[in-house]
C-alpha cells in the first residue's frame, strides 16, 4: 500500500517518515528517465512550468514507458506516483479482469490522463471514456491519450457527473489551490462531503453535467458492460453510488473509488445486496461482481 503519496494527496493522519522517503525515491529512480527532474518537482522545488515525464514500472525499469505531460507544480508527480509507483487501484482486481481482453474502462474525474495512460499500459484496454471538467485538465488529458497511441480508442467527455437519474443541464465547478482538487461539492457543504475547506480559490463556473447512467450508456453501448470503472471526483463519489440505479451498478464488473477518509455502511451494504464483493481500505473502496467476471 502507498502511504507516502496518499497520506500528501488526502491529509491522511499518517505523515509519510524519512524510511518513506527514502522508498519512494529509490521507486522514482527507477521509474522515471527523468529521475532527479521528478524528485526536485515531488519536492516541490522548481518553478511550475510545463514538463515531459517518461513513466514505468520500477520493479520492470527494462519495460516500456509511457509519456506524461505535466506540470511542475509539485502535485502532478505525487498524483503520477500514486497512480504509476503503487498498488491502489488494481490490488483487489480478480484475474478474470486482469487478463481479459478488449477491456472498457470509465475514468471518472480523468484530471490529466495519467490513470488512463497508466491502465491502458497494464490492461488490455480497448475503450476508454475519460470524463473531466476542468478544460485546462482536459487538454493535458488528450495531449496524453495521443503521446500514448490512445486517442483513436477514448472518448473523452468534458462535464461533471452528477449523483441521480436526472441531473440538470449543467453544475458549478469550483476551482481549486491544486489541479487535482476542483470539484462539484460548495464550499458550505465541504465538510459533509469529507473534503477539506482551504482548497477553495474563490472561482467557479458552470459545466455540464452527466449522470452515472448516461456515463455507462455511452462508454458501454446499448446492452454492454463496463469490465473497469474508476471514480475519484472529490468528494460525490459515495454520493454516486449511493442513488444510482441498479441497472446501472449491474453493468458494471469491478469498481473502485477513491474515497478520502469516508466510509459508508449504507453504499457498501447495497453494493453487497447486489452481488458485488466489497473491500475497503484507507480512502478507497473496492467492488466486485464475481458472477460477471466469470
Known amino acids: 500500500m502507498d502511504e507516502l503519496e496518499r497520506a500528501e494527496l488526502t491529509d491522511a493522519p499518517r505523515r509519510p517518515g524519512i524510511g518513506d522517503a527514502v522508498r519512494r525515491a529509490a521507486e522514482m529512480r527507477r521509474g522515471y528517465r527523468r529521475w532527479p527532474v521528478a524528485w526536485l518537482d515531488r519536492l516541490g522545488l522548481l518553478p511550475t512550468r510545463p514538463v515531459r515525464y517518461e513513466v514505468g514500472d520500477p520493479s520492470d525499469a527494462g519495460g516500456g514507458h509511457g509519456v506524461l505531460y505535466a506540470e511542475t507544480n509539485g ?4 498524483a503520477i506516483n500514486e497512480i504509476w509507483l503503487g498498488d491502489l487501484y488494481l490490488r483487489h482486481l480478480p484475474d478474470e479482469v486482469r487478463l481479459a481482453p478488449d477491456l472498457c474502462v ?5 484530471n490529466k490522463g495519467f490513470f488512463a495512460t497508466w491502465i491502458a499500459t497494464v490492461l488490455d484496454v480497448g475503450h476508454l471514456l475519460c470524463l473531466e471538467a476542468d478544460d485546462d485538465n482536459a487538454n493535458v488529458l488528450e495531449r496524453n491519450l495521443e503521446a500514448n497511441g490512445l486517442l483513436d480508442r477514448t472518448d473523452v467527455v468534458r462535464g461533471a457527473v452528477v449523483p441521480g437519474a436526472e441531473v440538470p443541464r449543467t453544475i458549478t465547478f469550483y476551482r481549486a489551490t491544486s489541479p487535482l482538487l476542483h470539484t462539484v461539492v460548495p464550499p458550505e457543504q465541504a ?14 463556473h458552470e459545466v455540464p453535467a452527466v449522470s452515472l447512467g448516461d456515463v455507462v450508456q ?3 453501448g446499448h446492452g454492454g458492460r463496463v469490465h473497469l470503472l474508476k ?9 454516486l453510488l449511493r442513488v444510482a440505479p441498479a441497472e446501472v451498478l449491474l453493468r458494471v464488473d469491478h469498481l473502485v473509488a477513491e474515497t478520502s477518509h469516508r466510509g459508508d455502511a449504507e453504499v457498501e451494504g447495497r453494493l453487497r445486496d447486489l452481488g458485488f464483493e466489497v473491500e475497503t481500505e484507507p480512502c478507497f473502496l473496492y467492488a466486485t461482481r464475481p458472477s460477471a467476471s466469470s
Open 231 to 239: 471514480i475519484d471526483v472529490e468528494g460525490v463519489e459515495l454520493d
Open 191 to 204: 465538510e459533509l462531503h469529507g473534503v477539506d475547506d482551504g482548497r477553495y480559490v474563490g472561482e467557479s
Open 106 to 110: 470509465v475514468d471518472l474525474g480523468a
Open 75 to 78: 502535485q502532478d508527480v505525487r
Open 218 to 220: 455511452r462508454a458501454a
